[in-house]
């Protein structure tokens, strides 16, 4: 890893939140080894039912309320700050849909699969904020149109957000850092071997291996909630 690297990338995924009580995806007893993805998480599931789609997202939502950040997300607030203050900068992708990040404090975050607290017009895109439940009932408050309003999330078979800014800033990174992510899916899972061939150093935190954790140069294995701060220090402190 560069001593004192001062430009550094971080990639998060719902590893970083499961101790908040936010669910993974693929460990066991994960969210798509419950539901299927398939009928929950594209936008064919949600033309065909709607509703049902609704009430997967609601209560993921309303759990997502009543979750707090954990020690993972306030280092990486620190980490951000620190850098800053040293002439150096943080961008932090992340593949979650919780706001755990910003409301551990953290200033810039790009969410690359959109935002569970938030709701997006599928006729006229306006999106607006969303901390109650969404029904087919609603209407659009931009374009009037009742029952297009849907999560601001990205679904399987639609475009992440945010790719040409994340391109720019991993070439500009002197380190990635990939924490709580499986390494299954793309784009994101596709950002190691991008900093890899650009020569830019690599480190992996992570409950255990991940898909790609022979791409990683560096990795700390263990729960985020102890793994991410001791980083941070030694990142901060050293
Ligand atoms: N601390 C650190 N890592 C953890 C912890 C923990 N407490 N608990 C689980 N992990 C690790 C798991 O070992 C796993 O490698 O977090 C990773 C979570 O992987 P996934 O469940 O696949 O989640 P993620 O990589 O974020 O999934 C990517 O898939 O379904 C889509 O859009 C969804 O954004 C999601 C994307």
Redesign the pocket.
């Known amino acids: 890893m560069a001593d004192h690297p001062k430009s550094v990338f971080v990639l998060?995924?719902?590893?970083?939140s499961?101790?908040s009580g936010l669910?993974?995806?693929?460990?066991a007893g994960?969210?798509?080894a419950t539901f299927d993805?398939m009928t929950l998480?594209t936008p064919e599931a949600f033309a065909r039912d709607p509703e049902t789609v609704q009430a997967f997202y609601n209560a993921r939502r309303q759990n997502l309320v009543a979750a707090e950040p954990n020690p993972?997300h306030r280092a990486l607030a620190r980490l951000e700050a620190g850098l800053a203050a040293r002439g150096g900068s943080l961008t932090l992708v992340?593949?979650?849909?919780d706001d755990l990040h910003e409301r551990a404090g953290h200033r810039e975050v790009l969410h690359?699969?959109g935002e569970l607290l938030k709701a997006r017009c599928a006729s006229c895109e306006a999106v607006v904020e969303a901390r109650a439940d969404l029904s087919t009932a609603d209407s659009c408050g931009t374009c009037g149109r009742t029952g297009g309003m849907r999560p601001h999330?990205?679904w399987?078979g639609e475009i992440p957000f945010h790719l040409d800014a994340i391109e720019e800033r991993l070439m500009a990174a002197d380190l990635f850092v990939a924490?709580?992510?499986?390494?299954?899916?793309y784009p994101?899972?596709g950002l190691v071997g991008a900093a890899r061939q650009a020569g830019i150093a690599t480190r992996e935190?992570?409950?255990?291996?991940?898909?790609n954790a022979y791409l990683f140069d560096e990795a700390d294995y263990?729960?985020?909630?102890?793994?991410?701060p001791r980083w941070v220090e030694a990142m901060l402190g050293g």
């Not at 924490?179 to 899916?185: F, K, L, M, Q, R």
């Not at 935190?205 to 898909?211: K, R, V």
Request: overall charge negative; cysteine-free.
């Open positions: 998060t995924g719902a590893g970083i499961a101790e669910g993974t995806f693929r460990d994960g969210i798509w993805p998480a993972a992340t593949q979650n849909i690359m699969h999330v990205v399987f924490i709580g992510t499986s390494g299954a899916v994101a899972a935190i992570n409950l255990e291996p991940s898909d263990g729960r985020a909630s102890e793994a991410v």
